[in-house]
């Protein structure tokens, strides 16, 4: 199963990144914002970030034993709407499909939702992450929206694609 785990240090510089001296320069200074602008994220941290995905969805108690936990997606959150409104949106699509594996743990769905359809809108190939098809598909059974599904690529698709 492909992971949605993204830097967040590596996102906003990928982000921020431009091609002349004086957009490098600025990029620079937007990359210095950022990180004094919102809550950091320590490397211990972030290495618990990366194993955290959809699949954990109904095995994560985070309102009984899961404090810790739930304090860390919550500042993660914060970390990651920090730097998507501090670089435009202008992130990377993984980053959209980490913010929604994090909100639909914390039942924040609105959230997901949005945050997964961002992901579905900058990532063409979608498909292939298995924790973003499931967690979409339990927002979408959260609103008992299944007329919003994803659809499956066609079959004729998929045979042009064989030959």
Known sequence: MKSCGVSLDAAAA?????????EKKMAAGKANEIELDFPKLTAQERDSLVEIDSSLFGFQRLHEDGARTKALLLKAVSCYDSVILKSEGKVESEMFCQLGHFNLLLEDYPKA???????????????????????????????????????????????????
């Open 14 to 22: 990928r982000s921020l990144g431009a091609a002349g001296d004086e």
């Open 113 to 163: 939702l949005s945050a997964y359809q961002r992901y579905y809108s900058l990532q063409s190939d979608y498909w292939k992450n298995a924790a973003f098809i499931y967690g979409l598909g339990l927002v979408y059974f959260h609103y008992n929206a299944f007329h919003w599904s994803v659809q499956p690529p066609s079959s004729e698709a998929q045979a042009g694609q064989r030959r």
